[in-house]
């Protein structure tokens, strides 16, 4: 996929983990209007009735249409009850600059791929490239990672270029730089493997992990990197974000996710939040 400025890029990938269903949704709104009689559900007309147990939730959690919920969103805009329906996304290959993005929908539960604990491979690549390989080797390896949601090669090897000009200039100004980019325990790894950055590359990965190691690297990386995520809107928390993002004033890379995140979303979520057009 490329942009309006010619660089190309990758699109992220959604699954959706878990949703939680409509049926609670509509089981607050007939407990603010005292209805539960008028359902079309007959689950829900119990509740009259009934305190419902498990069996009864669980056909509860089994709804897929609601008339209130309909009328109450599109008529009345009455939306707090869509709040008691959550969904969970999987994200995989967005970008760092989304997430800037992202932290401005505030009602939301997100966990992010950290920094600080998954660039060992990257350090130990440019290590290895001190020992026996060069930038280009560098460069190559980096790569093959993977790591860019933007997807013209020639493009990320100057991404890749500048992350190495970056650790070099670290390299040189930092006090004993291995102690912070190498575990304690593989530090001898570059005396045994002087000279063949390959298979010291390929010890460093299969020796422990430097701990927290991207505490002293972030600022290596640009928003251009890819990122993954779990994230759960709420249902009505979801409308905003969909309104939001699905905008062709949005940012394209947030757009993309917001449609994809919306391919995933079962229509009985949809059909409530979304207009059709």
Known sequence: MEDMYG?????????????????????????????????ENEVIKDIENHMPDGA??????????????????WTYFHHSILEHANLSFLVRGTSRGVLQE????????????????????LINAFVASQNGGSKDFFIDKILSFDMFVTSDAEYNK?????????????????DDFYSIA?????????????????????ALESG????????????????NVKVDMVVTFNL???????????????????????????????SKYLDLIVKKK
């Open 236 to 266: 009505r928390s979801l409308k905003n974000y969909f309104t939001l993002r699905d905008s062709g004033a949005a940012y394209f890379q947030i757009r993309w996710l917001a449609q994809e995140m919306m391919r995933v979303t079962p």
């Open 182 to 202: 190498v575990a304690k325990s593989s530090i001898g790894f570059l005396e045994e493997f002087a000279g063949n950055a390959q298979k010291l590359f390929e």
């Open 208 to 223: 422990k992990k430097k701990r927290n190691v991207g505490d002293a690297f972030k600022h290596i990386i640009s928003d």
């Open 56 to 73: 009864m939730c669980d056909e509860i959690n089994e709804i897929e249409d609601s008339s209130l919920l309909s009328d109450l969103a």
């Open 7 to 39: 660089i190309k890029y990758s699109k992220p990938k959604v699954v959706l983990l878990q949703d939680t269903g409509i049926g609670v949704s509509e089981t607050a709104a007939r407990t603010c209007y005292d209805s539960f009689l008028n359902s």
């Open 102 to 121: 992202h932290a401005r929908h505030r009602i939301q539960a997100i966990s992010v791929r950290s920094t600080r604990y998954t660039m060992s491979s």
């Open 158 to 174: 100057i991404e890749i270029g500048a992350i190495y000009d970056k650790l070099k200039y670290q390299a040189k100004t930092v």
